[in-house]
């Protein structure tokens, strides 16, 4: 009688206590300051490569869509990504397909090319908002100073300087969707047929996306926040994702634990009420 | 300037004409019998998928165009001022609930009274910025303006936002415990490839990995010979296996799923585009 | 990689022809009163011994279209929910059927005075029983989580468009050991829901199960041209394969399925092949 | 001490600080049950999002992509787009109801239009892709090739064609078709194991971002890590 109630009561346990489990578990692998090396995953290191091999001068379309409700996965990527092309000394336009989004990518570039000595407008520009991705990105694959006129600051894009030389999409060499949503979709199916892809999505998005880096249509990924960290490790430096990562796995191995558990508590109680 | 006025009348003009038909062509087609409505829909609905379609299908060009390839652009830009609209009708049908819950005095009637407030307040500042943004009407962009915008904006909605999301994370963990069974061998299969994938691809995967001392790199010789004892041992890895799991045995099982909804949703589209689908026209 | 008309490889022109040839003809033959087969998936077994079980059980059971709006998922929903109320009316097993979204609360309504009135059981319709809880997704989900609770359903059956929200019901269900069938084509929830649910049908399967049930021929011609079309790609695949094996991966037949800039080799290979 | 002074809502952006927290506080309220707290910040979530919108969906879309081309570059037909697509709004009207279905029509009509390109593009390459995996050494072999890339191009071809079995219904499954699907069935139940992991490691990842954001912007600690 006295284990029956045992499990029973472990079944029945208030999920208030659960979600208090879960939050201290977080706050605590926040705080713990250690670090463990990370194995670097094909896709991330294919992206790495790419980046890599682009020539001072080169042109990157950055498309970042994600804003506050994504922040942890999108922006350590984000960031990194940056960060990595600015010390290739690549030129970099970004744009947006969702309003808040442009505010967040551009107030997070401009603190970041500070350190770089990058200069709005001769070596990198943001091309704002555009409502629809289809008509930015097939109108890009023609003619950017049509299809965007202005940048966000209200600069027509003829006169920027980080535009010399560049008439279309098909000058330039990469595109990084930086998303929580199906922006990759469009890029894929609009996109000037030479232009590579590289793709920063959510966790949620990464397991679908493995059957376009397997046909080519994307050549490297960087999956959420712990992609990012991964990609920081590379990239020598401390990130969002590196302060992440502890929370993150230990909140893997939390999870598993108690689907464990609560496996094995229903299975007791059952075994228990049947004998 | 005086001909930017005129062209500005002009266009103003040209407006208020469009409005003045569409308005005297309602009671038009108030007469039509429902068999000619239903023809009317799929007429439109016809001829607007056919520009979409040919633009995609008529040969091109030299230049990689067709005589369709221009207008897309002002064709899609219109979808997407329908498509504004139709987001508009969904702000419409919720204000208007909300409405009549404040004035009827309907239970909790409160709440929507702070909704109603919020969507005005942020209505006001949102519309004033984005007009600043583009200098319309010589609106500027004031302390006031910028105060507002980021409280109300970065450090109210943006905040509800995350939050709301990351609710979730809650609802998982509690219905790993509760609901998340191994109770038929699909579910075993399903978890257990999950919890490899969840410990492979985190850097603890490694951890263990190496702590239990199998080889950390794979060389040249293990490549070439699958069968060497070391290689079978280096494929052991969790990292490893998660993802052998992601990119070879995953990646088939997308592109499977990528078909089956690829083929549904053409199905689907020549269906919509034929008003051929029972109970949605 | 990419295709910005179908002249970047007519073969793609030729394939949605022959994708829409196949739907097309199929929903004639089935208007025209032609029978076309579509196999009875095992998902429909598991609702009906789900049936079986709530109605030894006596308690209510409950069908949730999740958050899905009106339009071809939710009728398909609504279609299945109608061949549930029609099979427990006749155990007089109560029901709820509960929306998020005011025009599938409309259209729940006829439906399922519809299935009474064809089970014979009018008097057992009682317009209480489908309710429109909430449009916010929370607060729907908390509202199904409080009634699945209070009225100890014996079964449940999700079936629609699920978003994060589908866990909440998924867990309470579990909570008070309903047995649970769920169907989505929103692939994301799927993996939950197989964890969670005693059964769980899957994309396609989705709408052939409505397909079967109601025997309309739009969809049912729908279903077997798509078949056609998955036989012909699976085809292709392992043909392809063998020539890519053999042949090599940049024969002109491999590069023409599929790959943009493709045509142009095929009709050289082709016109010196005949030429021979 | 000089944490404290800090960590008060003493300065505009402080106070700013304290309302996000405000904001997320309140809404994790709902977690431990639901109450009028929770309710007030719910609503007022709605109502800013909605507020929200108006002004890049409205403004941005109606002066881009209508009055800018009508007033620049002088294309007089876009005039009757507005007019004519503010029929949706009959929706709510008895009479005229069916006048919202043509516009709605419309947009039915057009995404069906652009699901041709979106289908080539999409699909075709992984169908290209799929078929180029050889079996065998190939004759034309550029590069390296390994047992394992050939080993693993048969399970990618195995599990490719089983999962597309089980999703065929217009014939009776049975014998070594049957056994294919529940192959099938059994396969598609890795990927969404993979689907599985992934997601929950994105869930946790948002909350993170969230507890991250009250340690380090409201409490100011300096949170760990490398």
Redesign the interface.
């Known amino acids: 009688m006295e284990a029956r109630s045992i499990w029973e009561r472990m079944?029945q346990?208030d999920?208030?206590i659960?979600?208090a489990?879960?939050?201290v578990n977080?706050?605590a692998a926040?705080?713990?300051?250690v670090?463990?090396?990370?194995?670097i995953?094909?896709p991330v290191k294919r992206f790495y490569d790419t980046i890599e091999a682009l020539q001072p001068g080169d042109m990157v379309m950055v498309s970042s869509t994600w804003?506050?409700?994504?922040?942890?996965?999108n922006q350590p990527q984000f960031e990194a990504v940056l960060k990595h092309l600015m010390r290739k000394r690549v030129r970099f336009t970004i744009i947006s397909f969702a309003?808040?989004a442009r505010?967040i990518s551009h107030r997070l570039a401009r603190r970041l090319t500070e350190d770089f000595g990058y200069v709005e407008g001769k070596d990198w520009a943001h091309f704002g908002?555009a409502?629809?991705i289809?008509?930015a990105v097939?109108?890009m694959?023609e003619d950017i100073v049509q299809?965007i006129r202005q940048d966000v600051r209200?600069v027509p894009i003829a006169e920027l300087e980080v535009m010399k030389g560049v008439k279309s999409l098909k000058d330039y060499k990469l595109v990084v969707d930086v998303t929580p949503s199906d922006t990759l979709?469009y890029w894929?199916?609009?996109?000037?047929?030479n232009l590579k892809i590289l793709y920063c999505p959510?966790?949620?998005m990464?397991?679908?996306?493995?059957?376009?880096?397997?046909?080519?249509?994307i050549l490297g990924m960087i999956?959420?926040?712990?992609g990012a960290?991964e990609y920081e490790r590379l990239l020598g430096i401390?990130g969002?994702g590196?302060?992440?990562?502890?929370?993150?796995?230990f909140?893997?191995?939390?999870?598993?634990v108690?689907?464990l558990?609560?496996?094995f508590a229903?299975f007791m109680q059952r075994r228990t009420s049947a004998s | 300037m005086l001909f930017d006025t005129t062209q500005l009348v002009v266009a103003l003009l040209w407006i208020a004409g469009a409005f003045a038909l569409a308005i005297a062509l309602i009671p038009l087609l108030g007469t039509l019998p429902p068999r000619g409505r239903f023809a009317l829909i799929s007429f439109v609905t016809f001829i607007a998928g056919l520009f979409f379609a040919a633009e995609f299908f008529l040969p091109v060009g030299e230049d990689n165009k067709n005589i369709l390839t221009d207008p897309f652009q002002k064709m899609q830009g219109s979808l997407q001022v329908i498509t504004a609209l139709s987001l508009g009708l969904g702000t419409y049908g919720l204000v208007r609930m909300h409405l009549r819950n404040a004035i009827q005095r309907r239970p909790q009637w409160g709440y929507s009274l702070v909704l109603l407030v919020a969507f005005v307040v942020m209505a006001f500042f949102s519309v004033w910025n984005t007009m600043a943004e583009k200098g319309l009407f010589g609106l500027k962009r004031t302390p006031l303006l910028e105060n507002a915008f980021t409280l109300l904006f970065d450090y109210t909605l943006i905040q509800l936002d995350a939050t709301m999301f990351s609710l979730i994370a809650f609802y998982i963990f509690s219905a790993a415990y509760r609901a998340f069974r191994i109770r038929s061998i699909e579910a075993s299969i399903l978890m257990f490839t999950a919890m490899l994938v969840m410990i492979g691809i985190v850097p603890l995967g490694k951890l263990i990995s190496d702590s239990i001392g199998l080889p950390a790199v794979q060389t040249a010789e293990m490549r070439t010979n699958p069968f060497m004892l070391e290689n079978i041992l280096y494929n052991l890895r969790l990292p490893q296996i998660a993802s052998w799991i992601q990119e070879t045995l995953n990646a088939p099982v997308q592109r499977a799923i990528e078909f089956g909804v690829g083929i549904g949703a053409l199905a689907m589209a020549i269906r919509l585009w034929l008003s051929l689908e029972r109970g949605i026209n | 990689m990419s295709y910005q008309h179908a002249e970047d490889n007519w073969f793609a022109a030729i394939l949605i022809g022959f994708i829409a040839l196949a739907v097309l003809v199929n929903i004639w033959r089935a208007r025209r009163g032609k029978e076309l087969y579509i196999r009875r998936i095992p998902g429909l077994d598991a609702i009906d011994e789900a049936i079986g079980r709530s109605t030894e059980l006596g308690r209510p059971v409950t069908m949730i279209p999740g958050l899905t709006a009106f339009g071809v998922e939710a009728v398909q929903a609504l279609t299945i929910f109608k061949y549930i109320t029609k099979q427990i009316a006749r155990f007089a097993t109560p029901m709820r059927l509960l929306t998020a979204n005011a025009t599938v609360y409309a259209v729940a309504q006829e439906a399922i005075a519809d299935a009474y009135n064809e089970a014979g059981r009018p008097d057992l319709y009682d317009p209480d029983s489908v309710r429109f809880l909430s449009s916010e997704q929370f607060a729907f989900a908390s509202g199904v989580a409080g009634l699945m609770q209070r009225e100890r359903v014996a079964a449940n059956f999700m079936f629609g468009i699920f978003y994060a929200e589908s866990l909440i019901f998924a867990e309470t269900g579990n909570i008070v050991g309903a047995v649970q069938i769920a169907g989505t084509v929103s692939f994301t929830q799927v993996p939950f829901f197989v964890a969670a649910c005693d059964y769980t049908i899957i994309g396609d399967e989705f709408y052939a199960t409505s397909a079967y049930i109601s025997r309309e021929p739009v969809l049912l011609g729908s279903m077997v041209g798509q078949d056609l079309a998955k036989i012909s790609f699976a085809s292709m695949i392992v043909g392809g394969s063998l020539i890519s094996t053999f042949l090599g991966t940049d024969h002109p037949i491999v590069q023409l399925l599929g790959k943009p800039q493709g045509w142009q080799p095929f009709v050289e290979w082709l016109s010196q092949v005949l030429g021979r | 001490m000089d944490w404290l002074i800090e960590f008060l809502p003493s300065s505009v952006e402080r106070v700013n600080v304290w309302i996000g927290a405000l904001c997320t506080f309140a809404i994790y309220s709902i977690l431990y049950r639901e109450n009028p707290f929770y309710r007030f910040f719910e609503h007022m979530y709605i109502g800013l999002a909605a507020g929200y919108a108006l002004g890049p969906y409205l403004v941005d879309v109606l002066y881009r992509y209508w009055w800018e081309p009508i007033r620049t570059e002088g294309i007089w037909w876009l005039v009757f787009v507005v007019p004519f697509g503010m029929y949706l709004y009959f929706i709510y009207s008895e009479r005229y109801g069916w006048i919202s279905r043509i516009v709605i029509g419309a947009l039915i009509g057009a995404y069906s239009g652009l699901a041709f390109q979106m289908f080539s593009s999409r699909y075709l390459p992984q169908l290209h892709s799929a078929l180029t995996k050889p079996l065998w050494f190939p004759p034309n072999a550029t590069g390296e090739i390994f047992l394992s890339n050939i080993f693993n191009n048969w399970i990618f071809l195995i599990i490719l064609i089983s999962v597309m079995v089980y999703f065929t219904f217009s014939f009776e499954h049975r014998g070594a078709v049957k056994r294919t699907a529940i192959l099938g069935r059994w396969f598609l139940m890795i990927g969404l194991g993979a689907m599985f992991g992934n997601t929950v490691m994105a869930r946790m990842a948002l909350l993170i971002g969230r507890v991250y954001y009250l340690l380090d912007s409201w409490l100011m600690f300096r949170v760990g890590g490398g």
């Open positions: 079944m346990i999920r208030r659960l979600y489990i879960l939050a977080i706050i926040l705080m713990a300051r670090a463990i090396e990370p194995d995953p094909p804003s506050a409700g994504t922040l942890a996965e309003p808040p505010d908002y409502p629809d289809i008509i097939k109108g694959s299809a209200r979709t894929i199916s609009y996109r000037p047929p959510t966790s949620v990464a397991a679908e996306a493995y059957t376009f880096l397997d046909s080519g249509q999956t959420g926040a712990k960290y401390v969002l590196t302060r992440f990562i502890n929370a993150i796995q909140s893997h191995v939390l999870i598993i108690f689907i558990l609560g496996n229903m």
